[in-house]
């Protein structure tokens, strides 16, 4: 059982940044951010694989970066540039594959969620 942990939202301006952290509990494979804003469906931000290799939604390739930690078995997600159209829950996801997926049912464990919310 993987049990994830975010933390790190909040309100900022446009233009500026914020970093997300996930503390995983056990072994985690693949892991991803998503997000989810009122009225719409979740959807894939980024993904990081066991290789380091990472992937990203059209709308934030470039000014996000998604990274792990595993020594200390934590994502990272560093948001920068943001935008209003940012604004939402963001999620860290844990799951056993395909890598790189930003399909949600891929995914078996999700933690709690953490809102940010950009303000223009």
């Known amino acids: 059982q993987v049990q994830l942990v975010e933390s790190g939202g909040g309100s900022v301006q446009a233009g500026g940044s914020l970093r997300l952290s996930c503390a995983a509990s056990?072994?985690?494979?693949?892991m991803g951010w998503f997000r989810q804003a009122p009225g719409k469906e979740r959807e894939g931000v980024a993904a990081?694989?066991?290789?380091?290799?990472?992937r990203y939604a059209d709308s934030v390739q470039g000014r996000f970066i998604i990274s792990k930690d595993n020594a200390k078995n934590t994502l990272y997600l560093q948001m920068n540039s943001l935008k209003p159209e940012d604004t939402a829950m963001y999620y860290c996801?844990?799951?056993?594959?395909?890598?790189?997926?930003?399909?949600?049912?891929?995914?078996?464990?999700w933690g709690q969620g953490t809102q940010v919310t950009v303000s223009s």
């Open positions: 056990g072994y985690t494979y693949y």
């Open positions: 990081i694989d066991r290789d380091g290799d990472t």
């Open positions: 996801a844990a799951g056993y594959g395909p890598a790189l997926s930003f399909r949600v049912g891929v995914y078996n464990y």
